[in-house]
Each structure stands twice: as structure tokens, then as C-alpha cells.
């Protein structure tokens, strides 16, 4: 009679990890345009474009925050209207979309942030205004097919920076 024991553990599922993804501490510098200032984090590379508007890239994250400005001459409720409709445009891939009021009366910059979760192509947007004369929004894009779960760490860095632009955001007179 042959008789065979052996030991056999338990296979136990690995516990589920989260990528984790540093990126370095915000370092600010100033950016000056004919109609506005703000500060932005110098990770980011600053580029004008020929329609004056700007553009933050972020090679790291692959990322870039799109930023333009806009004369509000008597057309505040239309420019109110386009940045709220492009901001739901996103709504068709977005898990949701949470909006965010931003006011600073000393500055006299009013304003929305939409925060966009899920497989949608901008992970956020925003808009400014003196509500009289200067009209700036802006939009986060990742040069990559949107998925939410690899993009999350880069978009929540980035949603910080573009809350830190409308936070310094000062007007020219």
C-alpha cells in the first residue's frame, strides 16, 4: 500500500494595487498676456500660439491645458453659454461631470470648474470672467485615448494646477 501526503497551500487572489504615479511639487512661475496674468506650475512648458491663446504642456503626463481669452463685448450670455455647453459635450463618455463655482471678488475673476470623471476626452474645463470685458476658459486634454483609470493620478495633479490658474488669474484694466 503506498500512501502520498503532500502540503498544498490555499491559492489566495492578490490583493489589488493601485498604480502609484509622483510627480513633483508645484514650483510657480507668472505668466503676463496683454489682458490677464496668472501664475502656473513650471513643470508645465509654456507655449503662445498665433491666435493668442496659451497652451501648458505637460510631457510627463502627456497632458496640455488649453487656455483663451476672449473680448466679452456685450456677449457675456453667449460666451456663459458656448463654455457650458462645451463643458457637457464630454457628457456622452463622462462617468459625470461636477461643477465647481469659483469667486474671488477682490480679483474680480468669477467663474465655473467643471471636473470631468470617466472615459471622456477632457478630464476638466473652466472659465473666468470680470463679467464686463475679459472672458478666459480653458480645457485639459490628454494626447492619449481617454482611460480614466491609467490618466486618473495625471488628472487629478493637473485639476489642481488649472484650480491654482483661476485662483491667481488677475485682470489688466
Not at 500512501?3 to 513633483?24: F, H, I, N, T, W
Request: net charge negative; charged share 30%; glycine share 6%.
Amino acid at each position: 500500500m503506498v500512501c502520498l501526503l503532500g502540503c498544498k497551500e490555499d491559492v489566495l487572489p492578490k490583493p489589488k494595487a493601485e498604480l502609484r504615479l509622483e510627480y513633483s511639487k508645484p514650483v510657480v512661475a507668472g505668466v503676463e498676456t496683454e489682458k490677464f496674468t496668472f501664475q502656473y506650475n513650471d513643470l508645465a512648458q509654456l507655449k503662445r500660439d498665433k491666435n493668442n491663446s496659451l497652451i501648458l504642456r505637460y510631457p510627463e503626463m502627456k497632458g496640455e491645458i488649453f487656455i483663451n481669452y476672449k473680448e466679452v463685448g456685450g456677449n457675456l450670455e453667449k460666451l456663459l453659454s458656448d463654455a457650458q455647453k462645451f463643458s457637457y459635450e464630454h457628457s456622452v463618455k463622462a462617468d459625470g461631470i461636477l461643477e465647481q463655482p469659483f469667486i474671488n471678488e477682490d480679483a474680480k475673476v468669477y467663474g465655473m470648474f467643471y471636473e470631468v470623471s470617466g472615459d471622456a476626452a477632457s478630464q476638466a474645463q473652466f472659465y473666468v470672467t470680470d463679467s464686463t470685458r475679459h472672458f478666459v476658459t480653458g480645457s485639459l486634454y490628454f494626447y492619449t485615448k481617454p482611460n480614466y483609470d491609467s490618466i486618473y493620478p495625471a488628472a487629478v495633479y493637473l485639476r489642481k494646477d488649472i484650480r491654482a490658474i483661476m485662483e491667481t488669474l488677475k485682470w489688466k484694466e
